[in-house]
């Protein structure tokens, strides 16, 4: 079973859904505590994906295997709450959980959940070709042999270098890595390849019958994304004075703009 956290509303008769947060590659369930302040109306479920936080031990074996992970953690959480298995759920995921997320609506991973809406931030929908597909994987590749075998904080210092984070001040890029540096690299690396976007498919297609549950978040100083966004033909927010990481960058804002999308469809 994943490791959890789950934090009630702090009105306990609220009817409001449940708010499941997946978080990206070198994260954990709590990347997210910025954002809980402002969303203390809404019971919160975050989540430690398979090889990272208290989730590390854990194997991936692929998208399939990480999806149905996170349902059975869902399912168990709701009956832990005394709620009911049809309870209404948002799932916001950043990156990789949002690729993953993205994944589990397009296969049969999700259909048991009640989902009301799926908020990604940053994530890839997938790649259009072979050959992008093969570079992308020498690309993961190269990067889960340095997680495996050199020392993690030289890795993630390295990773944070990036072109993707180039929003990120000095003083948010040292806090990152000081906090990423607790990974194990042999569990990052298998995530790494396990979920690499060179083995996920390409979800545009697929994900057009649910884009009713779809909105995309991302930052305006995140170009590849916010192109990514203008050109996927879904419902999309930009949110200023952030890059590729809105959620670490503006809390506040990426809060209120996940209760607007809720509001919107109730």
């Not at 947060?21 to 709590?30: I, K, N, Q, T």
């Not at 692929?62 to 399912?75: A, L, R, S, W």
Request: with cysteine; hydrophobic share 35%.
């Amino acid at each position: 079973m994943l490791y959890s956290n789950y934090f009630p509303a702090s009105n306990v008769s609220s009817d409001k859904p449940l708010l499941v947060f997946l978080h990206g590659l070198l994260g954990s369930g709590d990347d997210w505590s910025a954002c809980h302040p402002f969303l203390e109306d809404f019971s919160r479920l975050c989540i430690d994906l398979p090889g990272h936080g208290q989730s590390c031990f854990i194997d991936p074996v692929g998208f399939d295997h990480c999806c149905n992970k996170i349902v059975q953690c869902i399912t168990s959480q709701l009956a832990l709450n005394n709620l009911p298995a049809d309870y209404p759920i948002v799932i916001i995921g950043y990156s990789m959980g949002g690729r993953l997320a993205m994944y589990g609506v397009t296969s049969p991973c999700f259909e048991t959940l009640n989902l009301e809406k799926v908020i990604i931030e940053g994530g890839n929908f997938g790649l259009e070709c072979d050959e992008e597909r093969a570079q992308r994987l020498v690309h993961d590749t190269q990067w889960a042999v340095r997680f495996a075998q050199q020392s993690i904080e030289d890795v993630v210092d390295d990773w944070y270098q990036q072109s993707v984070f180039s929003s990120l001040n000095h003083e948010q890029r040292q806090t990152l890595v000081i906090k990423r540096s607790g990974n194990l690299g042999v569990s990052v690396a298998n995530m790494l390849l396990s979920t690499s976007l060179a083995k996920q498919p390409d979800l545009r297609a697929t994900l057009k019958s649910h884009e009713h549950l779809l909105h995309y978040v991302c930052g305006e100083k995140d170009r590849k994304f916010m192109e990514l966004a203008e050109n996927s033909g879904f419902e999309y927010s930009q949110v200023d004075y952030a890059g590729h990481n809105v959620h670490f960058e503006q809390p506040e804002l990426f809060s209120n703009l996940i209760i607007q999308c809720i509001a919107s469809c109730r």
